[in-house]
């Protein structure tokens, strides 16, 4: 797997977008970005994936730079259910079958 | 809701105990994962069983093992257990021709006295 590097923590305004950056400089070709969120103690979940272009689905939008070296999930209208650990992970899908979870960024949603 | 049941969500048990883990993946997913996350060690891969035959094994300890049955259900066996094997257990599956998406469970609480 390549490795992946995201801040510890970052705080966001309740209603505001939280955007939440990721490095995967070493990303090979074929290698797809994953996003998922674990809220305290339950089991992760997924967010949403991509391979070059920009996605976007009713949780929030991924943005990847266009030498795929980094990538930047968006959380629109962050709400205080949104405190969660993120986790950005490449792999292969179809061939990696599983997931490798960094330390992954802790987001806290503040009132 | 995942769609993923793991069963018991609390489990307490003694140093030197065996105790049975057990996972239904989503109706119509082949594919079951297991994941032990311990405070110091973060979410790790423990081992993945598709349609029955393990297909991937991670830092799995030789004292755990898991199966998958022919419904598709899972267990994950843990013996001797010591008490760094104090840990959340999530399974997760994912369907036929798709490792796109896990879905995970909603986890086991093991605690070793």
């Known amino acids: 797997d390549a490795k992946t590097t995201q801040p510890t923590s970052m705080d966001c305004a309740e209603g505001r977008a939280a955007n939440l950056p990721c490095n995967h400089s070493?990303?090979?070709?074929?290698?797809?970005v994953y996003w998922y969120r674990q809220i305290h103690s339950q089991g992760p979940q997924y967010i949403i994936h991509?391979?070059?272009n920009n996605e976007t689905n009713e949780m929030a939008s991924l943005i990847i730079t266009e030498d795929r070296k980094s990538s930047t999930l968006i959380l629109p209208h962050a709400t205080l259910r949104d405190t969660a650990v993120y986790y950005c992970i490449v792999r292969v899908p179809f061939n990696d079958y599983k997931l490798s979870f960094g330390a992954g960024t802790t987001v806290t949603v503040r009132a | 809701d995942s769609g993923v049941t793991q069963t018991p969500k609390h489990l307490i048990t003694a140093t030197g105990q065996r105790v049975t883990l057990r996972c239904s993946p989503r109706s119509g997913d082949l594919s079951v994962y297991w994941y032990q996350q311990s405070l110091d060690q973060g979410l790790q891969f423990l081992i993945q069983y598709y349609n029955g035959e393990e297909r991937a094994k991670g830092n799995i300890l030789e004292r755990f093992s898991a199966q998958q049955f022919p419904d598709l259900h899972s267990e994950l066996n843990l013996s001797s257990l010591e008490l760094g094997d104090s840990a959340l257990y999530f399974c997760?599956?994912?369907?036929?021709?798709?490792?796109?998406?896990?879905?995970f469970g909603s986890g086991t609480q093991l605690s070793v006295l």
């Open positions: 997760a599956s994912s369907g036929q021709g798709s490792n796109e998406k896990l879905f």
């Open positions: 991509g391979l070059k």
């Open positions: 070493t990303i090979s070709g074929n290698e797809y």
